[in-house]
């Protein structure tokens, strides 16, 4: 038994051992913070009461969670006092001084634990004390400053404490510094590193792979307890959870490493020193995931450089084995610190290749289905899906109850109704193979990319994307017509209130109404709206035009404050566009009770000018180019073209080379013929606004018309499409 | 007493202590004795509760020594590459044997290194090997144990120095029963200094016996004999364990006390005779052959 005054004289005796610690935290940490701060209130200029807050926020902010200066102060810290405390661990002489002593070796832990922790936490705490007394005589200290000051504490504290833990633990299963260095790599990388080459392997051989923005972090983030760096830097980070809840977390993980680096350093072998790895249970486990790892990446930087053009996968597998075998002669020379012994473990470096091997294999044909997955109906919590194509001009918005923020429909929707989802998801799962098939042989096909989110019962989240041929009406029907799909679809017509709606515009090409609504009236409008959005069919939405298009202005307002503490309005308009399909029976008689009708004739004046621009031939685009030639063919269009003396259209064969973009005939017609044309011709803007179907518009003629604006002296410019079949012969009179 | 029954230790698989077992009472100085890799190192620091045994079970004062730091109290192991503290003074040494080792007298250390004429504020690392040697066994000593264990300390002390340590020895024995045990692979740095020595060949102890009783029950003898009759009839009576001829001059090493085979060979009438001492190296010669063993090729 180790007396309480022995423990605390064998404190002190420790501590004088590492003065050199001891100072060198004295200097990072009392002197940089407490300067900066004293030098920005210096520098600063006066503010007004309002900016307080913030000036002395950004006073603290070197303190603060987030800090980069503290989270770099932090792992360099814990690594220096974890190997000044335990590094004696690498040195035989030392080992057989320290186990020697009548004293436990949980006591020599807690002792060289203990004042890892202090030599952090009392320069810490003096920088902060010293800070906030700089920031209280100087008269910038608000109350704000302590929660910065102490959230900051508990975040690197306890981030300090998982970091230098761990760094103990890796101390404790090497002999040597330089393998110790290695392995902390090892430690410390091997799950991001996992998951970064998984995710490169998914990203290149799975057609469904979707990047959904932060997949990676999210997998981090659950495997947080892996990786005590991503667990320091950022639990804390964009977590909708209580402060109390990630602290108690943090805590529970905290005491768990440590109790777990307590036992390993209690069962560690005093003749561990000196030898590589001072657990021979570990040399294998660290080799082989190392290899593996090396396997899975040559073999991927191969196929990069080789195979990625063909089918083959020779040198992807060649890759695999080389990684696999560079890596096991580098592993084995330093565990052995023998070189001669590169090849020890000829049996273990063969099973490894080959599995490495069966692993690319595996991911390159996608053995086990990734893109086949469809989780069970049952298992599914909800879905969201995401159509790219059905309302391409719109960006989606929700409320938040203060201020408009995007947001991501593979993110925010959950359908929930199954049933009525799953024989989609089902279609989507076929018509992905089927479309990666077609594009094997080379046949075009049309494409709509669809994104899926399965969020399952066991909390798990899938993501996919789908690339298929069509969107199938029939099934994907009930997922649109479902207020669940349409209250995130159109996030922002559900989410945001009328209070910051502050201006509605009726739009059809030159016809364009600002409503002037009471308060009242934009509430009625919005319900109406809301409605008939509501119980539109996919049927209508797919296959016919809208009729006019609603723009709806939002305003939100917001004051906030740049680096400096100085305010500034950030306040930010909305614009959401809305078409207006037939079917909006109450919406449009509320328009046309207020004068707006989309129909209305157009009223010319004489001075409007008129062009049909054509032809507009779309390039294709597997043909004209190979390597760096270009194709000379060239191909005969059917154009109409003016003749020089009377300005007369005539029809010409005109020859360009192959897969050029075309040039446009503008043709001046006159008023007779621009009423004519005039009734051919749809808003060009209605399609863009419209379903992702096809539309019997001719591709190659365009009509524009440019109308004077009124009390200016400039034109607007709107654009029309005319049916394939439409007759304009009478233009060639 | 420091007791080991049937040690067993292994390095990467490799036998370092096989099967030993052995036994050191208190209050006599013990060596122990083997050539390099013989285990030595190994079995002192598992006695001193840095390395575990495999199997076997060793014992200070009849409880387990390993992670025991009652135990461990009554051991003070001096290794032979001893660790100083960084930057450390030979006070600083004492200070922190102080806060472990609660009976260590720092008076009679700081007295020690006094009359030693080492100094009290230089860093140890500027120290001679001898001086640092001298360092250890005096913390060693004042640590205020039952047990000293000495690794290979007495290399690099000149004579004088090792006369002090016996001394200094000497007199811990007597007042408090303190109990060295040194290791070497040198028999005739332990000869003058210790009561009981243990041989230790390739991780085994080939024998473990008082150098006193050995030194009083084994014995050299000179003679020359008449005649061969005469010859017979004196070795009849006597354990001949080594035999040697030069010319009638034959030199025998007999088992039995002085007085014994004085008397014996006395009574036979030979035409000379004569009792010399055997040094501990003919001793071990001796008792190692008779084991089967070629001392020469086990020890210097």
């Given amino acids: 038994m180790t007396s309480r005054s022995s423990f605390f004289k064998l404190l002190k005796e420790d501590l004088r051992q590492r003065l050199w610690t001891i100072i060198l935290a004295a200097i990072v940490f009392v002197l940089p913070v407490p300067i900066y701060i004293a030098m920005e209130i210096s520098s600063s200029r006066g503010f007004g009461t309002g900016m307080l807050d913030h000036f002395a926020i950004r006073l603290a902010e070197p303190m603060s969670y987030n800090s980069a200066w503290m989270i770099m102060v932090t792992i360099c810290g814990a690594f220096i006092c974890a190997v000044s405390g335990f590094g004696y661990l690498f040195s035989k002489k030392k080992v057989d001084f320290f186990h020697s002593l009548p004293v436990k070796r949980e006591t020599l832990f807690a002792v060289r634990y203990i004042n890892g922790v202090l030599i952090y936490l009392v320069p810490y705490v003096v920088m902060a004390l010293v800070s906030i007394l700089i920031i209280t005589v100087t008269g910038n200290m608000r109350a704000v400053v302590f929660f910065v000051v102490l959230k900051g504490l508990a975040v690197h504290l306890l981030g300090y404490l998982a970091i230098y833990t761990t760094f103990i633990l890796c101390v404790t299963f090497v002999g040597n510094f330089v393998v110790f260095c290695a392995v902390s790599g090892w430690v410390f990388g091997i799950t991001p590193i996992v998951l970064l080459i998984y995710n490169w392997f998914e990203e290149q051989f799975f057609n469904t792979y979707t990047y959904m923005g932060d997949a990676l972090n999210e997998r981090l983030h659950s495997l947080r307890f892996l990786c005590p760096e991503y667990f320091y830097i950022y639990s804390w980070n964009g977590r909708e959870v209580g402060v109390a809840f990630v602290l108690l977390q943090e805590l529970a993980f905290v005491a768990v490493l440590t109790v777990i680096t307590l036992l390993v350093y209690k069962a560690r072998p005093s003749d561990g020193a000196g030898k590589a790895i001072a657990f021979p249970i570990l040399k294998p486990v660290i080799r082989i995931s190392v290899e593996l790892l090396a396997g899975a990446l040559i073999g991927m930087l191969f196929h990069e450089a080789a195979d990625r053009s063909y089918g083959v996968p020779g040198w992807m597998i060649f890759g695999a084995i080389l990684g696999v075998v560079i890596c096991h002669m580098l592993i084995q020379s330093i565990f052995y610190f023998d070189v001669r012994k590169c090849f020890a473990d000829k049996t273990s470096l063969g099973v490894v290749a080959v599995v490495a091997v069966a692993f690319v294999l595996v991911m390159r044909y996608d053995t086990f289905g990734y893109d086949k997955y469809l989780p069970k109906e049952k298992k599914l919590e909800s879905v969201a899906i995401d159509i790219t194509g059905l309302d391409t001009y719109r960006n989606n918005y929700k409320y938040d109850g203060s201020y408009m923020n995007y947001t991501d429909e593979v993110y925010e929707m959950e359908l929930t109704d199954i049933d009525a989802v799953y024989p989609y998801l089902e279609s989507l799962v076929a018509d992905n193979e089927y479309y990666w098939k077609l594009r094997e042989r080379g046949a075009a096909t049309t494409v709509t990319r669809v994104e899926v989110t399965y969020r399952l019962e066991n909390g798990k989240t899938v993501y996919r994307e789908y690339r298929v041929p069509e969107i199938r009406e029939n099934l994907f029907a009930p997922v649109f017509e479902s207020m669940e799909y349409k209250e995130v679809h159109y996030s922002d017509v559900y989410s945001v209130p009328e209070n910051i709606l502050e201006s509605i515009t009726a739009v059809h090409a030159m016809n364009t109404q600002l409503m002037n609504l009471s308060t009242g009236e934009r509430t009625e409008f919005m319900a109406i709206v809301r409605r008939e959005l509501a119980a539109q069919s996919l049927k209508e939405k797919l296959n016919t035009l809208p009729v006019a298009v609603l723009n709806l202005q939002f305003v939100s307002y917001r004051v906030q404050y740049d680096s400096d503490g100085m305010p500034y309005d950030n306040s930010r308009v909305y614009k959401v566009e809305l078409p207006v399909y037939p079917s909006f029976t109450e919406t449009l008689a509320f328009l046309a009770e207020r004068g707006f009708y989309p129909d209305e004739e157009y009223e010319w004046t004489g001075k409007e000018l008129m062009r049909i621009e054509f032809p507009e031939v779309v390039q294709k685009e597997d043909a004209g180019y190979m390597g760096d030639v270009w194709s000379t063919e060239s191909v005969e269009v059917t154009e109409y073209v003016l003749t020089g003396d009377n300005n007369k259209l005539v029809e010409a064969q005109i020859e360009y080379p192959k897969d050029w973009d075309y040039g446009y005939n503008v043709i001046p017609v006159d008023e007779e013929d621009y009423k004519r044309l005039y009734e051919l011709c749809t808003w060009e803007e209605l399609y863009y606004y419209g379903g992702v179907s096809d539309y019997d518009r001719h591709e190659n003629y365009r009509v524009s018309l440019d109308v004077p604006r009124e009390g200016y002296n400039v034109y607007e410019t709107y654009y029309f499409t005319i049916p394939e079949d439409a007759d304009i012969s009478f233009l060639l009179d | ?300």
Wanted: charged share 30%; with cysteine.
């Fill in chain 2, 1 to 300: 007493m420091i007791k080991a029954e049937n040690v067993v230790k292994r390095f990467d698989g490799n036998l370092a202590v096989d099967r030993v077992s052995v036994e050191i009472k208190e209050g006599i100085v013990f060596g122990m004795v083997g050539t390099n890799g013989a285990g030595k190192s190994t079995l002192l620091r598992m006695i001193a509760g840095v390395l575990k045994a495999d199997e076997g079970k060793i014992t200070v004062d009849d409880a387990p020594v390993y992670e025991n730091p009652a135990a461990k109290k009554e051991v003070f192991y001096i290794s032979d590459d001893a660790y100083y503290l960084n930057n450390g003074t030979s006070v600083d040494m004492a200070d922190y044997y102080g806060a472990v080792y609660e009976k260590f007298n720092r008076k009679r250390y700081l007295e020690l290194l006094d009359q030693l004429g080492l100094p009290l504020s230089r860093k140890i690392s500027t120290f001679s090997k001898g001086m640092k040697k001298q360092v250890s066994i005096l913390l060693g000593v004042c640590a205020g144990t039952k047990y000293l264990l000495c690794d290979e300390t007495f290399d690099g002390l000149d004579p004088v120095m090792r006369q002090a340590v016996k001394s200094i020895f000497a007199k811990e024995i007597t007042e408090r029963g303190l109990t060295p045990v040194l290791a070497s692979h040198n028999l005739r740095e332990l000869e003058d200094i210790c009561d009981h020595v243990g041989l230790l060949h390739k991780g085994g102890v080939l024998l473990s016996k008082d150098l006193e009783e050995m030194r009083t029950g084994i014995h050299k003898l000179q003679c020359v004999f008449a005649d061969e009759e005469q010859e017979a009839r004196v070795l009849m009576g006597l354990e001949v364990v080594n035999r040697e001829e030069r010319g009638r001059l034959k030199t025998l090493t007999v088992r039995g006390t002085q007085e014994e085979i004085a008397a014996r060979v006395a009574a036979a009438e030979p035409v000379f005779f004569e009792m010399l001492p055997l040094t501990l190296e003919e001793i071990f010669i001796s008792e190692t052959e008779v084991a089967g063993y070629d001392f020469k090729k086990l020890i210097l």
